[in-house]
């Protein structure tokens, strides 16, 4: 548990001497949401019509953005090798970064989204329960993202071959994430779709964290 506190300690302060790297993903988000607002000439009810689904878009497409700045610091460097050798095993080096990328790179998006909801006219129950599925879909989206960045991280700028293999994983999470937003102006939290988006969210995570592991074991010289 040291280690992983240890670990989430580097990266954010690692991300807070990046010269702002770390906000790209909000830079897209603001420009991509902005485009799409005035792309809809203006037009109130379309606006809200397409408001959670669009800003659902903007947040995965934020991260994915990011996806390879996962851990190809420290697979390049051979950070990871040396943890390994100290005792801190790939599964918790896993884990450990899998959070330390969300904390990062997707809460910030998160965090943010209320703000612009402003721009799509969102009525209060919309924004809760997209904030809400947002937050249960963090695991998912943060795991399968960041075993896209382990599995490229060796190979370079391996950019755009990470977004390629994270983003069908991340379809069904993304389906089910705008239904859950949209079903808590009628049902709370009693919608089916916010139990859907847990089970969709915890299961990425059980499946990301050995499979980043062994991505991580393989990418690494010992």
Known sequence: MIGVSTILKRDVKRAARSGG?????????????????IALDGEM???RRLGVPLI???VTFATLMSADRAFSEDIKDGTTGQLWLGGFGYLEQAGSGIFAFGLIHLLPLIITA???SLLF?????????LVAALLLAFPGIAAFTALAGALTGGQGKGGFLAIFISAPLLVPILIFGVAASQAYAITGWAAVEFRALAGLSLLALAVSVPATAAALAANTDR
């Open 121 to 129: 006219d969102l009525n209060s129950e919309t924004v809760i329960g």
């Open 56 to 58: 659902w878009l903007a």
């Open 45 to 47: 009810s379309t606006l």
């Open 114 to 116: 209320p703000l612009w």
């Open 21 to 37: 790297t770390w906000a790209y993903g909000l830079v897209f988000m603001v420009i991509f949401l902005t485009l799409s607002a």
